[in-house]
C-alpha cells in the first residue's frame, strides 16, 4: 500500500508541477499580447484555450515531428523549434476568432513562452535530482 500512495503522491506533484508551468505560460502569452507586436487576443479565456491546445499539440506531436524535423532544428540552433510553434499558433488563429497572430510575434511569443518553460521547470526540479535520475534508469531499461 505504501508504494501505491508514493506512486499517487509522485503523480499529483507531477501534475501540480505541469500546472504552473501552464499558468506560467498563459501569463506570458496573456501579457505578450498587450505589447502590440502582432499577438492580439480578446480575453484570457482565449490564452488558456491557445496555451492547452499547444500544449496538448506539443505533447502528442512532438516526438514525431522532431524526428522529422530533425536536421532543420539541427542546422537553426534550436530556432526551428520556435518557428514551428510560431506555425502551431498561426494555424490555430485559422481557426480560433478570437486570436490574431502575425509579423514578429510569430517569433517572440514562442520564445517568451519557451523561455518561461524553461524557467519554471528548472526552478520545479531544482534540488530533485533522485527524480531525475530514476527518470534516466527507467528510460534506459
Do not use: C, Q
Request: glycine share 8%; hydrophobic share 55%.
Amino acid at each position: 500500500m505504501n508504494n501505491l500512495s508514493n506512486k499517487i503522491l509522485a503523480n499529483l506533484k507531477f501534475f501540480i508541477k505541469i500546472l504552473i508551468v501552464w499558468v506560467g505560460e498563459i501569463i506570458v502569452f496573456y501579457l505578450l499580447a498587450d505589447l502590440g507586436i502582432g499577438l492580439t487576443i480578446d480575453s484570457l479565456i482565449t490564452a488558456i484555450f491557445v496555451i492547452i491546445i499547444l500544449e496538448i499539440i506539443n505533447s502528442i506531436f512532438w516526438p514525431s515531428l522532431t524526428k522529422i524535423f530533425l536536421p532543420f532544428l539541427v542546422y537553426t540552433i534550436g530556432i526551428g523549434s520556435l518557428l514551428l510553434n510560431g506555425g502551431i499558433i498561426w494555424v490555430m488563429s485559422l481557426f480560433i476568432p478570437t486570436l490574431n497572430i502575425e509579423g514578429y510575434a510569430l517569433i517572440i511569443v514562442p520564445l517568451g513562452i519557451a523561455v518561461v518553460h524553461t524557467i519554471l521547470t528548472t526552478l520545479l526540479t531544482l534540488g530533485n535530482e533522485e527524480e531525475y535520475y530514476n527518470f534516466i534508469i527507467k528510460r534506459k531499461k
